[in-house]
């Protein structure tokens, strides 16, 4: 059965250092997002991407956020310079033209 | 704001009862899913129901979606510890963001 897959499973940084995080959607799925979850809380928002541009954003993805796809089969997310507050887990998720969205195992992100 | 609110919180039963979860939301979604989510792992999508009073089944779990497309409901028969897990909702507004619930944390003793 097709799934998302993310690496690294665990990232730690130090605080100011640029993290890139990587995700292959399920193959025939044409919209791809990020959510991030903060130990204890929800799920959240953070951008959906279609037809190689940015459809949504969250108040969270700021500036220092930014997402590509760069080939065919990769969808990255990445923090120029991250912060403390940026350790979370962060799952990909991607969806065909149905309204499910499928998601990744996630990535836990720790800055130190 | 799109909010999502699920009752109870938290929930431990015994092998064997039945329970409800509730979400309820002040907003209409074009669709609502039911995900399942273990430590540390992403969320697992349960079901989708788009159509107001549409009622799925699962196995031993049943969902339904509000008339209004407000809310939604899971029932669980004769619950098992297999079904311990972090149970959320989410709502979708189409083929942007999902909005996810507050979740509820289902905890079943043999």
């Known amino acids: 059965e097709p799934e998302v897959t993310q690496t690294p499973s665990h990232q730690v940084t130090q605080m100011g250092q640029e993290v890139i995080l990587r995700c292959v959607p399920i193959s025939n799925h044409l919209y791809f997002y990020w959510y991030r979850q903060i130990l204890g809380q929800k799920v959240e928002f953070l951008v959906s991407f279609y037809n190689n541009e940015i459809s949504e954003k969250s108040e969270i993805f700021d500036d220092q956020f930014s997402v590509e796809r760069p080939d065919g089969s990769n969808f990255t997310l990445k923090i120029r310079s991250t912060k403390l507050e940026d350790s979370a887990m962060y799952f990909c998720?991607?969806?065909?033209?149905?309204?499910?969205?499928?998601f990744g195992p996630g990535t836990r992100l720790t800055v130190l | 704001t799109q909010l999502l609110e699920q009752s109870p919180q938290f929930l431990s039963i015994q092998e064997g009862e039945n329970l409800t979860v509730y979400c309820n939301s002040s907003?209409?979604?074009?669709?609502l899913q039911w995900y399942r989510q273990e430590p540390g792992e992403g969320p697992v999508l349960l079901v989708t129901?788009?159509?107001?009073?549409e009622v799925k089944k699962l196995k031993r779990l049943t969902f339904q979606f509000g008339d209004a497309r407000k809310d939604s409901s899971l029932h669980i028969t004769a619950a098992q510890p297999g079904d311990t897990g972090l149970y959320l909702c989410a709502g979708s507004g189409g083929y942007q963001k999902v909005t996810f619930g507050t979740g509820t944390k289902l905890q079943v003793i043999p």
């Open positions: 129901v788009v159509t107001g009073g």
């Open positions: 998720a991607s969806s065909s033209l149905a309204h499910e969205q499928f």
């Open positions: 907003s209409v979604f074009s669709s």
